[in-house]
């Protein structure tokens, strides 16, 4: 059996080499000797069964019994965070430097055995003070150290060099590269991989022209194993690097992982111009390097991204390192911390647990079995949104200290409760566990009745959350009084990892939503045009005349309805809202008040035959039903009918960033390509797409029952814009959630220093897409009264949670403001030119 020894082991390279000798901890005793104490790193050393002994290496007397009969010490101990430069020199620091880094190999030669193998990292630094640049520098070069940081490795080296050890010095290049727990951002290949991954900007100075000899932490771990077990090699000095490469040269790798990072070159003044040195000895006597620079850059980069995307009140992971054979799986959950403590806890379906937050307890959950609903908020933060998201079977939910929690159990449940820190329930209430009311008994049977576990579209279970807007009121039930307390639904979105639809994870039924519905598309003259136009390009396109029949679902106060009949083509429409409907028909247009349900659809062939169209303008992404609405479409058609439809483009909502078109009656947020899916099975096909402008950014979509029917080019083409925008990537939801996040801290910023500079605000509209901005932001009548709509059904009345009275243009005196805050900013252009003449002293303002 042999001793292995790693001083310095929970470092960088320590942790990697660690790794390394985990392999060999069944027949050799290997010890990692470290002053630090870091929880993970210890308890990772643990599970490779590796010993560790957290002490100080210039601390002799406790030194000596762990080393003495080593067979080999792999010295990694000393500190590395040091000057780069001269500038950056600083007395005590390298005083520190100098007395790990002399005294420490001192003592590690002196308390050793005569037959003891020393193996000791040294640097590719002792060549810093070489006047001109030399390439290839091999191991007989005298070294020049410069710095505190050199001359200490260089009189480690000629301290070895005079011991009678056998030793081994590798002088490293810049080390890059993920270790197994660490990685050390100050290295100049690390640090650039994260800047890659925040989109940033490196800057080169000096044009980046200075040169560097590198080599991965994984190399380094492998070569220093390699010279420790091979007997052959003893009293040798190696240079241990891969590539050389200029500092561009590497922001260049960098360039090409992400195109969206940023170089910029500086005429600053560089230390030197570099050097490089040469493995070509290391490499005669037999070692290979198996890693390069490109490939640790992807790799970072990929980890930090993945870092960036964690939005967030709750960590939630699945197993790692899972082994599975005929006997079942093994999967490994990995913790910061040392846990103390492991509750079981068994919940029954539809109960509630939590309502409460630990100031200084990080909660970490193993759901082992069942499925609930975490509810979070972070009470550190003032502008933070209650979040949810579906928790299932295996999956670990992190909850940092001060986040209050509460599960809402879907099925029976048991799950792993493991903490780390105080036990004692008298406690409760003070640092243990204190009370916050996050979820009451109405959210939590809102919750359990309406929370989507499944796709819409196809039903995968791959449903992942990425954006949170809150608790939001519906977002057009403007409320007749203040202070009216309404129902507030979570408005959140998830992403389907199988169809890449966007959909609410929660529907709020319909009943809430439709049954007196404020929106009169007629009140618009940009959709009175829309619908116009539309309804004389159907007439001629396909023909209709005043035996076609055209029923349009959703059809409101008939804005549709209205110009077919003017073209005298036969045309009923179906509105729930009953209101609505009612003044349709008051017009003379054909409406029924009911859900586009079979038993409507029956009730209209009867009467009227099958349809040569089927209409539907954003109704279906209204609606909660979809695969309803197509099978009652297709029953309702002629065999070569068409069904005409128009949603929402969430690719323009993406690209303009239009995250206040999201509000609960819409359910649904489409491409074509989840269309696509949609489709697959049913008697109908998509066989042509038109992108249009109508709010926001939407597509019209022709779909038709005639199976033969053949695809326009519009199809393929808007396929492949989504591929090409990666609309089928999660990681495209993360950063669109990450920039809304952004545009609210922005605007928040600057409505606040307006505020602050005692200026008056105003809005302009009250759509359904202003609640939603609204609540998101936490904007309310502390920032400004009222806003001016033109719709006489909405006027005197509140948007909903926020106490803002909406108002008639005549009440009010428009010479008495400073700013106009349109918040129906896609009518931006429209509204200012409508109404500069009016606010003569005010500007116009947007959110976004
Ligand atoms: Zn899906």
């Known amino acids: 059996?042999?001793?292995?020894?790693?001083?310095?082991?929970?470092?960088?390279?320590?942790?990697?080499?660690?790794?390394?000798?985990?392999?060999?901890?069944?027949?050799?005793?290997?010890?990692?000797?470290?002053?630090?104490?870091?929880?993970?790193?210890?308890?990772?050393?643990?599970?490779?069964?590796?010993?560790?002994?957290?002490?100080?290496?210039?601390?002799k007397e406790k030194l000596q019994p762990l080393i003495k009969d080593a067979d080999i010490i792999f010295h990694l101990a000393g500190i590395t965070n040091v000057g780069a430069t001269l500038g950056d020199k600083?007395?005590?620091?390298?005083?520190?430097?100098?007395k790990v880094g002399i005294e420490g190999t001192r003592n590690v030669i002196?308390?050793?055995?005569?037959?003891?193998?020393?193996?000791?990292?040294?640097?590719?630094?002792?060549?810093?003070?070489?006047?001109?640049?030399?390439?290839?520098?091999?191991?007989?070069?005298?070294?020049?150290?410069l710095l505190e940081y050199a001359l200490g490795k260089t009189t480690s080296e000629e301290d070895l060099k005079q011991s009678n050890k056998n030793y081994v010095i590798l002088r490293l290049g810049s080390v890059y590269g993920k270790s197994n727990d660490s990685m050390r951002i100050n290295i100049m290949p690390n640090l650039?991989?994260?800047?890659?991954?925040?989109?940033?900007?490196?800057?080169?100075?000096?044009?980046?022209?200075?040169?560097?000899?590198?080599?991965?932490?994984?190399?380094?771990?492998?070569c220093m194993q390699f010279v420790g077990d091979n007997k052959e090699i003893e009293k040798e000095i190696f240079h241990c690097t891969n590539e050389a490469m200029t500092v561009k040269q590497v922001a260049e790798i960098c360039k090409k992982i992400n195109k969206k990072l940023t170089l910029v070159s500086t005429n600053d003044d560089i230390p030197n111009n570099g050097y490089t040195l040469s493995n070509t000895k290391l490499k005669n006597n037999g070692f290979a390097f198996l890693y390069n620079l490109e490939e640790a850059v992807g790799e970072i980069y990929e980890s930090w991204r993945q870092k960036n995307n964690v939005i967030g009140n709750e960590i939630i992971e699945i197993g790692k390192d899972n082994y599975e054979d005929d006997r079942g799986l093994i999967s490994n959950y990995y913790f910061d911390d040392f846990i103390n403590m492991i509750g079981y806890v068994d919940s029954t379906k539809n109960s509630v647990r939590g309502n409460h937050y630990h100031p200084i307890q990080t909660q970490n959950?193993?759901?082992?079995?069942?499925?609930?609903?975490?509810?979070?908020?972070?009470?550190?933060?003032?502008?933070?949104?209650?979040?949810?998201?579906?928790?299932?079977?295996?999956?670990?939910?992190?909850?940092?200290?001060?986040?209050?929690?509460?599960?809402?159990?879907?099925?029976?449940?048991?799950?792993?409760?493991?903490?780390?820190?105080?036990?004692?329930?008298?406690?409760?209430?003070?640092?243990?566990?204190?009370?916050?009311?996050?979820?009451?008994?109405?959210?939590?049977?809102?919750?359990?009745?309406?929370?989507?576990?499944?796709?819409?579209?196809?039903?995968?279970?791959?449903?992942?959350?990425?954006?949170?807007?809150?608790?939001?009121?519906?977002?057009?039930?403007?409320?007749?009084?203040?202070?009216?307390?309404?129902?507030?639904?979570?408005l959140e979105l998830n992403f389907c990892d199988n169809c890449s639809n966007s959909q609410l994870n929660i529907v709020v039924p319909p009943e809430k939503m439709f049954d007196e519905y404020l929106y009169l598309s007629s009140t618009t003259e940009v959709f009175q045009k829309h619908f116009s136009n539309l309804a004389s390009k159907l007439k001629k396109d396909l023909n209709l005349n005043k035996n076609s029949l055209v029923v349009d679902i959703g059809s409101n106060d008939g804005i549709f309805l209205s110009p077919l009949n003017e073209l005298g083509i036969n045309s009923i429409g179906v509105e729930p809202a009953k209101n609505i409907a009612r003044a349709a028909n008051s017009k003379g247009l054909k409406t029924y008040s009911e859900y586009f349900d079979r038993k409507t659809v029956n009730k209209i062939i009867k009467t009227h035959g099958k349809a040569d169209v089927?209409?539907?303008?954003?109704?279906?992404?209204?609606?909660?039903?979809?695969?309803?609405?197509?099978?009652?479409?297709?029953?309702?058609?002629?065999?070569?009918?068409?069904?005409?439809?128009?949603?929402?483009?969430?690719?323009?909502?993406?690209?303009?960033?239009?995250?206040?078109?999201?509000?609960?009656?819409?359910?649904?947020?489409?491409?074509?390509?989840?269309?696509?899916?949609?489709?697959?099975?049913?008697?109908?096909k998509i066989y042509k797409v038109e992108e249009i402008d109508t709010h926001g950014g939407s597509i019209r979509v022709y779909a038709t029952k005639n199976k033969s029917k053949k695809l326009s080019p519009s199809v393929g083409r808007m396929l492949k814009k989504e591929k090409d925008f990666k609309l089928d990537k999660l990681d495209t939801y993360h950063k669109f959630a990450f920039?809304?996040?952004?545009?609210?801290?922005?605007?928040?910023?600057?409505?606040?220093?307006?505020?602050s500079e005692g200026k008056s605000i105003i809005g302009y509209g009250a759509p359904a897409k202003a609640t939603t901005i609204l609540n998101y932001f936490g904007l309310n009548e502390t920032h400004f009264k009222f806003t001016i709509d033109d719709n006489k059904l909405k006027q005197g009345k509140f948007i909903p949670e926020t106490q803002i009275q909406i108002k008639g243009s005549d009440d009010i005196d428009s010479d008495r403001y400073d700013y106009v805050l349109v918040l129906a900013w896609n009518f931006f252009e429209t509204i200012v030119t409508k109404n500069k003449n009016n606010f003569r002293t005010a500007k116009f303002i947007k959110l976004k």
């Open 365 to 490: 959950c193993l759901l082992i079995k069942g499925k609930y609903i975490s509810v979070t908020k972070d009470l550190l933060n003032d502008s933070s949104k209650v979040e949810t998201r579906l928790v299932k079977e295996g999956e670990l939910s992190t909850i940092p200290p001060n986040v209050a929690h509460t599960m809402v159990f879907l099925e029976d449940s048991i799950l792993l409760n493991l903490v780390n820190g105080e036990r004692e329930h008298s406690n409760y209430g003070i640092t243990h566990t204190n009370k916050y009311n996050l979820v009451g008994e109405e959210l939590a049977s809102i919750l359990i009745e309406n929370y989507k576990t499944n796709c819409r579209v196809c039903d995968s279970e791959e449903l992942i959350p990425y954006l949170s807007l809150g608790l939001s009121p519906l977002a057009n039930n403007l409320t007749t009084k203040k202070n009216n307390n309404e129902d507030v639904y979570p």
């Open 110 to 145: 002196k308390l050793s055995e005569d037959n003891t193998k020393i193996i000791f990292p040294s640097t590719h630094v002792v060549f810093e003070g070489l006047e001109k640049t030399i390439k290839n520098i091999d191991e007989k070069f005298e070294p020049k150290p």
């Open 1 to 59: 059996m042999r001793k292995i020894v790693i001083t310095g082991g929970l470092g960088y390279i320590g942790m990697e080499l660690s790794k390394i000798y985990s392999g060999v901890t069944q027949k050799d005793s290997v010890t990692v000797i470290d002053r630090e104490f870091f929880s993970s790193r210890v308890s990772q050393l643990r599970r490779w069964g590796i010993n560790f002994e957290q002490i100080d290496i210039l601390d």
């Open 739 to 755: 920039k809304v996040e952004k545009i609210k801290k922005d605007s928040l910023a600057k409505i606040n220093t307006l505020i």
């Open 614 to 684: 089927v209409s539907a303008f954003n109704v279906f992404a209204h609606n909660d039903k979809l695969k309803e609405i197509r099978d009652n479409t297709s029953l309702l058609l002629k065999n070569n009918g068409q069904f005409i439809f128009e949603v929402q483009y969430i690719l323009r909502t993406l690209e303009d960033l239009t995250f206040d078109n999201i509000y609960h009656e819409h359910v649904n947020y489409w491409c074509l390509t989840s269309l696509q899916y949609f489709f697959k099975n049913s008697d109908m």
């Open 192 to 222: 650039f991989s994260k800047i890659t991954s925040l989109n940033g900007e490196i800057r080169l100075f000096g044009g980046g022209k200075q040169l560097k000899s590198l080599v991965s932490v994984t190399d380094v771990a492998r």
């Open 90 to 98: 600083n007395i005590q620091r390298d005083r520190e430097v100098r």
